[in-house]
């Protein structure tokens, strides 16, 4: 076993017992263990990389002690943009340019890598450097490639690394989505001096399908100064009253400056006596577009723009069935107020809101399955210790993660993180050819399951 490596989906990363793999390694000050299948337990002594042939190379491999195996985590393949195909006769592993890194043969229930498939012995220690940009294009919602670089070089969000730019990169599910330089009126200045003086405002829908929790609409709120955006979702147009109403009384608790306006369109969702009595009572202006000239409404509107192809891209990279529309919407918000830079203040959206940078260390790839771990005291010595579920965003409020429970069909949000493991898609394409319809398991709601995840709650969205 010592000279195979074995593709696992189910372990926590990189890992082998050898040293002689080592191309470069580094001792580790934490304690930390990794549990055997047995439940016996072997200490990681150092991490490093492994160069497995030229074109493929590990970073992050622990070394494990006692481990009597060598496994490559199909995850954190993928992270580092590499592409692991399973198709009958053809199961390969394939670089970010689509050429192939080596084949994977069955070995017994799994598959190994085939080392006689790639030429010569190790010498290239570096991973591609496409990867990161990779990772980072798919988890900050497709942002186009030179963006990313730029943004990147700013230093305006923690955690995220400089990357290079590099020529010729195709992204298939951004053709897909057809997600083309919006053309973007310039602005030439900033007309508020503080956020949440002005706040734009559109409905959006309704929409083909409902959305899961049974949502036909959008409301889109834009905060002038910062441009900040906000997303609720409506199941009836009048809703927009409740959600306007709680974000002005919102922002008149955090903030001493006085809310000055709102501004929408026309619509009966707007233009309505409740409106009219709410305004007059806070003293705001409610401003209305001119029917015949929508620009005037523009901010809003390119916005809507945005979020709408940033969610079609997010549906489309896994085929995620359109009535997730409502969580790829709201991914793309939360993705969108992290990333996206108001040019004129020269900071992203989240640091003019909340005077801080923003952080993208937590976010992951939209529409990738995932394992969601019970809660250990309940459950009998042979029953499943995880649940399958899809990585569907972020709360709005926490740093909560949104998951969709295929068995329970529900939509939860999970903390902490690292009750959540995440799996590559190849897996949910494997599930969809033995059963044609994964999203709708035999099996109806079971409540008693759902009140086994710790710490959850359902959320309606
Ligand atoms: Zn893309």
Known sequence: MEDVWIMDSGCSRHMTGHRKWFSSLNPVSTKEYITFGDNGQGKVIGVGSVSLSTKLSLREVAFVRNLGFNLVFVSQLLDEGYEVRFKKGACCVLDARETLVCSLLPFGQVFRVDLTSVSGPACCLVASPSADIWKWHRRLGHLSFDLLVRLSSMGLIRVLPKLRAEKDLVCHPCRHGKMVAA???????????????????????????????????????????????????????????????????????????????????????????????????????????????????GVVERKN??????????????????????????????????????????????????????????????????????????????????????????????????VWILEAKQVVEIEPLHQLQLLPPFLRAQMMKEDPCPWLPPHSPNSKLMQRLDPLRTQGR
């Open 183 to 297: 053309s973007h009126i310039p602005v030439s200045q900033v007309m508020t001096s503080y956020p949440g003086e002005l706040l734009h405002m559109d409905k959006v829908g309704p929409a083909r399908v409902a959305s899961v929790n049974g949502k036909w609409y959008v409301l889109l709120v834009v905060d002038d100064f910062s441009w900040f955006l906000w997303v609720f979702f409506m199941e009836f147009k009048d809703e927009a009253f409740g959600f306007v109403r709680d974000l002005v009384l919102r922002f008149r608790n955090e903030s001493h400056k006085a809310m000055r306006a709102i501004r929408s369109d026309n619509g009966g969702e707007f233009r309505n006596s409740r409106f009219e009595n709410f305004c007059r009572d806070l003293g705001l202006e409610h401003q209305f577009s001119s029917p015949y000239t929508p620009p005037q409404n």
């Open 305 to 402: 723009r945005t979020l709408v192809e940033m969610a079609r891209t997010k549906l489309d990279e896994h085929r995620t069935p359109r009535r997730f529309w409502a969580e790829a919407v709201n991914t793309a918000c939360y993705i969108a107020n992290r990333i996206f830079l108001r040019a004129f203040l020269g900071k992203t959206l989240y640091e003019l809101r909340f005077g801080r940078q923003p952080s993208v260390k937590h976010l992951r790839a939209f529409g990738y399955k995932c394992f969601v771990l019970k809660k250990a005291r309940h459950l009998d010595k042979f029953e499943s210790r995880c649940l399958d579920g899809i990585f569907l965003g972020y709360a709005s409020s926490s740093r909560a993660f949104r």
